[in-house]
């Protein structure tokens, strides 16, 4: 029991075996390797960035079917003698590709689209191997931030789920006497959304995980909810339109119609609903395919007109700044679009064009990101 106090006994003398407090205490013990992480996820997203560009490349090259057949680990080894070249080669020469499209091909020819598709499948190994093994450290050591283990382990499943449609596209185009010579343009869309929702959800992460978990805590008490709102609005209606470019990628529609902003010097395609029935038009027909992703992208510019408008009335110059570059961008975007266009969409401008709708998505992201987290400013440094 301890002693009585004196009454004028200083507080300091008696409380000096106390610990004294330390500022961000509580997040000690919670936030774990968040630098580390960070680093880590930062390198994923690189991986998965240069995987969705190998990816087009690899559709403008028409090299996606070359390999007929799916093995995630015994694939990982390329043909290695005469003998292999051979067997693969073969496998090509019977699915409708090559007996409709590429009956020209010969060994060289071959190996040139084999290394493309390869390459592809090995990049999809890697950026794997990388999360596993960022994910096993970090867990081992007991270094994952509170609340990120079922986060982490979600991209994890996410990129097994893209291996498999993968494969899962592929094999529309893998077929004999059907007279398929392309994947199903729908199994692109849903391959090429999903690799933009994994390259979403990382930079999200990232920019999570840039700054500490009080400070979010505390900008979120200055939300700014109507810009968040728009901003969501905006995403969303941005990845419709990068689906509908995956469809019009996967029947080479970009290529239909060649003229802007006419048609066929028509404001609606006359064979736009030639197919029946009449929703595989939707999904087959280039004509209604191209017009939908024109018509698409100029509603999607006007929207963001809307939501820049009410972003540059912020009251914190970084989140001003967000908006200004997603409305620059989507310009340039829009304009790029156009001369794909004009141009017959030449591999060179139409992976371009996809690459930079990959920006795109990333600084609406940013910019969305900023009106649920705004990042303080002073008086003096406010506009």
Same mark, same amino acid.
């Given at each position: 029991?301890?002693?009585?106090?004196?009454?004028?006994?200083?507080?300091?003398?008696?409380?000096?075996?106390?610990?004294?407090?330390?500022?961000?205490?509580?997040?000690?013990?919670?936030?774990?390797?968040?630098?580390?992480? $960070?680093?880590?996820?930062?390198?994923?997203?690189?991986?998965?960035?240069?995987?969705?560009?190998?990816?087009?490349?690899?559709?403008?090259?028409?090299?996606?079917?070359?390999?007929?057949?799916?093995?995630?680990?015994?694939?990982?080894?390329?043909?290695?003698?005469?003998?292999?070249?051979?067997?693969?080669?073969?496998?090509?020469?019977?699915?409708?590709?090559?007996?409709?499209?590429?009956?020209?091909?010969?060994?060289?020819?071959?190996?040139?689209?084999?290394?493309?598709?390869?390459?592809?499948?090995?990049?999809?190994?890697?950026?794997?191997?990388?999360?596993?093994?960022?994910?096993?450290?970090?867990?081992?050591?007991?270094?994952?931030?509170?609340?990120?283990?079922?986060?982490?382990?979600?991209?994890?499943?996410?990129?097994?789920?893209?291996?498999?449609?993968?494969?899962?596209?592929?094999?529309?185009?893998?077929?004999?006497?059907?007279?398929?010579?392309?994947?199903?343009?729908?199994?692109?869309?849903?391959?090429?959304?999903?690799?933009?929702?994994?390259?979403?959800?990382?930079?999200?992460?990232?920019?999570?995980?840039?700054?500490?978990?009080?400070?979010?805590?505390?900008?979120?008490?200055?939300?700014?909810?109507?810009?968040?709102?728009?901003?969501?609005?905006?995403?969303?209606?941005?990845?419709?339109?990068?689906?509908?470019?995956?469809?019009?990628?996967?029947?080479?529609?970009? $290529?239909?119609?060649?003229?802007?902003?006419?048609?066929?010097?028509? !404001?609606?395609?006359?064979?736009?609903?030639?197919?029946?029935?009449?929703?595989?038009?939707?999904?087959?027909?280039?004509?209604? !395919?191209?017009?939908?992703?024109?018509?698409?992208?100029? !509603?999607?510019?006007?929207?963001?007109?809307?939501?820049?408008?009410?972003?540059?009335?912020?009251?914190?110059?970084?989140?001003?700044?967000?908006?200004?570059?997603?409305?620059?961008?989507?310009?340039?975007?829009?304009?790029?679009?156009?001369?794909?266009?004009?141009?017959?969409?030449?591999?060179?401008?139409?992976?371009?064009?996809?690459?930079?709708?990959?920006?795109?998505?990333?600084?609406?992201?940013?910019?969305?990101?900023?009106?649920?987290?705004?990042?303080?400013?002073?008086?003096?440094?406010?506009?």
């Amino acid at each position: 029991m301890s002693g009585k106090r004196k009454l004028f006994e200083e507080v300091a003398t008696v409380d000096a075996a106390k610990p004294a407090a330390q500022p961000g205490r509580i997040d000690k013990g919670q936030d774990g390797a968040r630098r580390a992480i $960070r680093l880590w996820l930062q390198v994923l997203f690189a991986l998965v960035f240069l995987m969705i560009a190998v990816g087009g490349l690899t559709r403008l090259t028409d090299s996606g079917l070359s390999i007929t057949e799916w093995r995630p680990i015994t694939g990982a080894l390329p043909p290695m003698t005469a003998a292999d070249w051979q067997s693969e080669f073969e496998k090509y020469q019977a699915i409708d590709e090559f007996r409709i499209q590429n009956q020209w091909m010969e060994m060289a020819d071959f190996k040139v689209i084999y290394w493309w598709e390869w390459g592809h499948r090995q990049l999809g190994r890697v950026i794997g191997l990388v999360w596993a093994l960022g994910f096993g450290y970090f867990a081992i050591r007991r270094q994952i931030p509170t609340g990120w283990h079922g986060r982490l382990l979600w991209l994890g499943l996410l990129g097994g789920a893209q291996g498999a449609i993968g494969w899962w596209m592929v094999a529309s185009g893998v077929t004999q006497g059907e007279g398929m010579t392309d994947v199903a343009s729908y199994r692109l869309a849903t391959h090429l959304g999903l690799a933009f929702i994994i390259l979403g959800f990382i930079a999200w992460y990232i920019m999570e995980l840039g700054r500490r978990a009080s400070d979010l805590m505390q900008a979120r008490r200055a939300k700014e909810t109507r810009q968040w709102g728009l901003s969501t609005g905006l995403l969303h209606f941005t990845f419709l339109q990068i689906l509908l470019g995956a469809l019009v990628a996967g029947i080479d529609a970009g $290529r239909s119609y060649t003229d802007w902003p006419l048609m066929g010097g028509q !404001v609606f395609p006359a064979t736009a609903l030639s197919f029946e029935p009449l929703w595989r038009n939707f999904f087959e027909s280039p004509g209604l !395919v191209q017009f939908m992703h024109r018509v698409t992208g100029y !509603v999607l510019i006007a929207f963001t007109v809307v939501v820049w408008l009410r972003g540059r009335k912020s009251s914190h110059p970084n989140t001003r700044f967000a908006f200004n570059a997603v409305l620059a961008a989507m310009a340039l975007q829009i304009v790029l679009g156009i001369v794909t266009v004009l141009y017959g969409a030449p591999a060179h401008i139409a992976i371009f064009h996809q690459t930079l709708a990959v920006i795109v998505w990333v600084l609406i992201l940013r910019a969305r990101f900023l009106s649920g987290y705004p990042l303080a400013t002073s008086v003096r440094g406010a506009s």
